[in-house]
Nanobody, 123 residues
Framework: QVQLVESGGALVQAGGSLRLSCAASGRTLSRYGMGWFRQAPGKEREFVAANTWSGDYTAYADSVKGRFTISRDNAKSTVYLQMSSLKPEDTAVYSC????????????????WGQGTQVTVSS
């Protein structure tokens, strides 16, 4: 059982930066891969980034590569998504998720989800 809580969403201007946090709790967290996803109104949920607690795997969607950075603090059981050079098209509800084993990019394969945090990038 894993519990996830996102925070850090806000209204920012285009070109700005924002750091999202995902606080995780539960037993055997190291067995789970962590992912960030986003969903805009009327659109499918899409993969953003993923990593592992060991740091041996990191992946990004092409749309955010070079602008977003996923990281973690194992002592705090927290995964971060540092977002820079934000664009209006980045506007979405951002959610973190956990999948048993290796992280993947398909949302339906993730077992646990946070409640989501709203990121709005103004023009």
């Amino acid at each position: 059982q894993v519990q996830l809580v996102e925070s850090g969403g806000a209204l920012v201007q285009a070109g700005g930066s924002l750091r999202l946090s995902c606080a995780a709790s539960g037993r055997t967290l190291s067995r789970y891969g962590m992912g960030w996803f986003r969903q805009a109104p009327g659109k499918e949920r899409e993969f953003v980034a993923a990593n592992t607690w060991s740091g041996d795997y990191t992946a990004y969607a092409d749309s955010v590569k070079g602008r977003f950075t996923i990281s973690r603090d194992n002592a705090k059981s927290t995964v971060y998504l540092q977002m820079s050079s934000l664009k209006p098209e980045d506007t979405a509800v951002y959610s973190c998720a956990a999948v048993f084993g290796r992280p993947v990019s398909t949302p339906r394969l993730y077992s646990y989800w946070g409640q989501g945090t709203q990121v709005t990038v103004s023009s």
